[in-house]
DNA sequence: CGTTACATACCGACCAGACGGTTTGGAGTC
DNA sequence: GACTCCAAACCGTCTGGTCGGTATGTAACG
């Protein structure tokens, strides 16, 4: 138990100095400090710098895609299921604004593989989330006039953009622009004649 | 003229290692290097690191205020004007896509003044953008159902997206994805019964 | 035209300190 | 006494930035 909270700590120090200043210009006496611990333990847990970050990655990679089976596994229509996905990736993002900050910052400062590792994971929660707008498109619900690729990046952006510019203090609830978001995409992606 | 050409080599090269590899990891020897000058001369030109990417950051708010400025300068009814400032800056984010990813991934690496700086300056961009979305609001084209800022951020998240996704060696036309993301957001912009 | 006076442009060796990471050693537990 | 857990001292490397010095240009003066 002693295990975890050391490590859990020094996570949570990481993952907080990552986004208030960046990976590398985060160093790891700074992190060891902010945890209150030594370097000596931290490099118990962890084998590098770079093994903080990728465990903060893992994290947030395993969340998303456990959600998303999880929603889809429900089942439903093809637009209430996308719609209950759009919302939740949204809440979810919000709820994790500090992870998010490091996750679309710092992925360039992983190794390589660690790279490659993400953009694999990352394409099968885009491929899952493309089959839903085909499924649509398929039943005419969906415009098919725009690339797949170009409809996805739209809604992603957003989620993108999020630990930019939401602030917890500021008027929106969370479940409320959420619900906001989602409609503004559902609304670019109908057909117009439908 | 021999002046600037040592100036703009070391503003490209720092441009080029920015972009690839982050404000933090990119070390001034290697600009130099890159650059094909020495350090003493680009001391000479720059006061700081930081400087150099406060260059960058001065030449794209510039670039962009002065585009904004032009076309709403130029008139015509709302939609219209909001339509060709929308795609302007999708087209000119991609010609400038090295200077987007230094954007809006190394913000948190100036110093705190100069980050207010381009703050302030990005205000203005938005709140001449809010405008437009405000008037169309009036005359009855555009929902008010959604706060502005929300709107706005909607829009923005694609153009603050683009560095991330975008490839030049894709099968999208800019012109032609700009006019996509547009359409995108204007049917999301516009009033369900209008 | 020769000479002095000064500015601008640039070189590259150099520095102090911070960095990520390692090693050593000891306290506690089984 | 073997093992886990961690503290602290330590190491070689690399960092942003400095500085003494030089090369070139140009303007003024006699």
Known sequence: MKTKNVADEVLRAALALFAEQGYANTSVQQIVQAA????????????SKDDLLFAI?????????RRLDEITAAGGDTEAVLRAVCEDVVVTSIDFLPEGTVFFRSQHMLTPER?????????EYHDKFAELIARGQEEKLFRDDVPVSVLIAHFFSDIHYLPHWYSHEGPENEAELAAQITELFLRSLRRADG
Request: charged share 35%; hydrophobic share 30%; no cysteine.
């Open 36 to 47: 209150g611990v030594t370097k000596g333990a931290m490099y118990h847990y962890f084998t």
């Open 57 to 65: 990655y893992e994290r947030m990679l395993s969340l998303q895609k």
């Open 115 to 123: 790279q490659a590792e993400v953009k694999r994971r990352r394409r």
